[in-house]
Nanobody, 113 residues
Framework: QVQLVESGGGLVQPGGSLRLSCAASGFTVSRYSMGWYRQAPGKEREFVALVTSFPGTTNYADSVKGRFTISRDNFKNMVYLQMNSLKPEDTAVYYC??????WGKGTLVTVSS
């Protein structure tokens, strides 16, 4: 049974950092492209970052490029999103996904002073 569980969200001041984690079970993350999406209040869900299966190419939304880093730990079967220089507009529920079929329940990130 495929399951994705996000963690690591919270309240952070502008300019701060957070690392989100996505624990995967029921499959091996190294064999699939894994992504992060986010949904801000009143807005549609949007793409944030992606890491492909071999060779692990990454892709980012323009709004987070240079500030966020997606990575994968194949031994722990985890996917991460390191978020630096956070801005109030990064406030959203962040979701881990595998393709369009499998999604976690999300973790809330609030960037506010």
């Amino acid at each position: 049974q495929v399951q994705l569980v996000e963690s690591g969200g919270g309240l952070v001041q502008p300019g701060g950092s957070l690392r989100l984690s996505c624990a995967a079970s029921g499959f091996t993350v190294s064999r699939y492209s894994m992504g992060w999406y986010r949904q801000a209040p009143g807005k549609e869900r949007e793409f944030v970052a992606l890491v492909t299966s071999f060779p692990g190419t990454t892709n980012y939304a323009d709004s987070v490029k240079g500030r966020f880093t997606i990575s994968r730990d194949n031994f722990k079967n985890m996917v991460y999103l390191q978020m630096n220089s956070l801005k109030p507009e990064d406030t959203a529920v962040y979701y881990c996904n595998r393709g369009s079929e499998y999604w976690g329940k999300g973790t809330l990130v609030t960037v506010s002073s």
